[in-house]
């Protein structure tokens, strides 16, 4: 088994490779960083999705036995778009299907046709599960919901934590309520609370005193 990750990551970066010790799968990596349009062109990131999905589908198309696994919404629309001319029935896997904004006008009709081609999704909220499936009519049991996580961090233990004593910590941007969680920390006086997000998802907010932001 073939398996062709598509992304807009390093290009030395191959997923979940180093991961698996079995050597029936071999990884090939196709990153849109190694595709390079003349710099006068505009849309320079869109063609450059353009060509790294076309490689990988050509590369997927070329094993008989391999899977397409797409990173972000993006590079899938592309990939899928491609794959529904080349090999509509391509065992193709969207994952990290998440969106700031979600598309609106042509841009949505375009990427609802495409995302037809995909026989998976992964995403990280069982609400963007539902969301996505009905706004790019989806069938939902396609898409399946994994928590999203990363490695577990190896912290020093011999410095001084930047933050003392206890604290809730709160992350992420996406399906955010932090007005609703500002007003109930109000409550809570004696609770600090940390936010990790961008700045624009707390503008027009009052944030309590015992809240800081990073």
């Excluded at 590369?59 to 080349?86: D, E, K, T």
Aim: aromatic share 10%.
């Amino acid at each position: 088994m073939k398996i062709i990750n598509l992304s807009d990551f390093a290009t030395q970066w191959n997923w979940l490779a180093g991961e698996y010790e079995d050597t029936r799968l071999t990884w090939e990596h196709v990153s849109t960083q190694a595709v390079h349009p003349p710099h006068w062109l505009p849309k320079r990131q869109s063609l450059q999705r353009l060509g790294a999905a076309w490689q990988a589908v050509r590369v997927a198309n070329a094993s008989q036995q391999s899977l397409l696994v797409s990173h972000g919404p993006r590079p899938a629309f592309y990939s899928s778009a491609i794959a529904s001319l080349r090999n509509k029935r391509l065992p193709h896997l969207v994952y990290s299907f998440n969106f700031t904004e979600l598309p609106k006008g042509m841009q949505h009709r375009l990427m609802a046709k495409a995302y037809q081609q995909p026989q998976r999704f992964v995403a990280y909220s069982t609400a963007e599960k539902q969301l996505y499936a009905q706004h790019f009519d989806i069938p939902i049991e396609r898409i399946d919901m994994i928590h999203w996580s990363v490695h577990r961090p190896l912290p020093d233990l011999e410095s001084a934590p930047i933050i003392q004593g206890d604290y809730i910590c709160a992350l992420g941007s996406q399906g955010r309520d932090y007005a609703t969680l500002f007003r109930a920390m109000r409550l809570l006086p004696r609770v600090q609370l940390v936010v990790v997000t961008h700045p624009q998802y707390l503008t027009d907010l009052s944030i309590p005193e015992r809240v800081l932001g990073s």
